[in-house]
Each structure stands twice: as structure tokens, then as C-alpha cells.
């Protein structure tokens, strides 16, 4: 396996997804975050490990979780105009799809 930037940044980035999931289920019994971070986390750790495997299709796949949370992190914040958890997500989101383009 080879852990590029690209497949450190989707693995990460999904491990944050599920702790901010289970964060909003903890503060706001929030049903639809817990089963949205857990189901874009899972999503992209899969992704970075197709990466680290070398597979494009995990690349693509790691890209378009990213741009959707992207996104709907635009939405949220636009919407509740508080920097956490919406602008830190947006921002973390930004910085993995820019990782993933510019590195192998």
C-alpha cells in the first residue's frame, strides 16, 4: 500500500465525519447527522484505503463525498452562520479536495 497525501487526507477527513456525526447525535440527538457523518466517513476512509491500494475509482469516489459535504457544509453555514461545526467541516473539506487534486 502507498498512503499519498491523497488517501492520508480521505482517511482523516472521514474520521473527523463520524466523530462530527456522533458529536451532533450526542448534542442533538440528531439522527440525520449521526447516519450522514457515519455513512461520508465510511464512505471516504474506504475511498483512502482504494487510494493506498492504488485503485483510481477511490480517488473519484474520495473527490465526489468531498465535493457533496462541501456542499452541504455551504448550505449549513450559510443557513446557522456558526463557524463550528459548519465552517471548520467546510474548511477541512476544502483543504481535502484540494490535497486530492493537486497530489497523486
Known sequence: M???????????????????????FTKSQSQASLISGSISGLGLIVAGIAVAQNQEWGKIAGMA???????V???????????????LMLLGGITTLGIAILTA
Not at 10 to 15: E, N, R, S
Not at 75 to 87: D, M
Open 2 to 24: 502507498n498512503f499519498s497525501p491523497s488517501a492520508i487526507s480521505f482517511i482523516i477527513y472521514g474520521v473527523v465525519a463520524i466523530v462530527g456525526g456522533l458529536m451532533g
Open 65 to 71: 463525498i468531498v465535493a457533496l459535504l462541501i456542499i
Open 73 to 87: 457544509f455551504i448550505v449549513r453555514l450559510i443557513k446557522t452562520k456558526k463557524f463550528i461545526p459548519a465552517g
